[in-house]
């Protein structure tokens, strides 16, 4: 078992940033990967970043390339999202999950997660 939890969210105004945080613990192995997905009120849950174990690759969702990015210390079993140039429509509850494998876009992929964070953008 893995255990995610979350931090960093927050309210802060369009153009923004925030660092969110994912400290994993329990079996932490080597071998996963991490992603990041969010979901807005009223709207499925959505993939935003994901990175592999040895930090080599990384993709995003295109809403976010080129502001938000992946980043993991596995000394510290810790994964981030620097996120940057935050709109309204960023505000979501942030999630962080693991998988064992390569990375994946695809939210059933993962096998463990956290509870969320929320992340409020104003206008």
């Known amino acids: 078992q893995v255990q995610l939890v979350e931090s960093g969210g927050g309210l802060v105004q369009a153009g923004g940033s925030l660092r969110l945080s994912c400290a994993a613990s329990?079996?932490?192995?080597?071998?996963?990967?991490m992603g990041w997905f969010r979901q807005a009120p009223g709207k499925e849950r959505e993939f935003v970043a994901t990175?592999?174990?040895?930090?080599?690759?990384?993709d995003y969702a295109d809403s976010v390339k080129g502001r938000f990015t992946i980043s993991r210390d596995n000394a510290k079993n810790t994964v981030y999202l620097q996120m940057n140039s935050l709109k309204p429509e960023d505000t979501a509850v942030y999630y962080c999950?693991?998988?064992?494998?390569?990375?994946?876009?695809?939210?059933?992929?993962?096998?463990?997660w956290g509870q969320g964070t929320q992340v409020t953008v104003s206008s």
């Open positions: 990175i592999t174990w040895s930090g080599r690759s990384t």
């Open positions: 999950a693991a998988r064992y494998g390569t990375y994946s876009y695809f939210e059933r992929a993962y096998d463990y």
């Open positions: 329990g079996h932490t192995s080597s071998g996963y990967a």
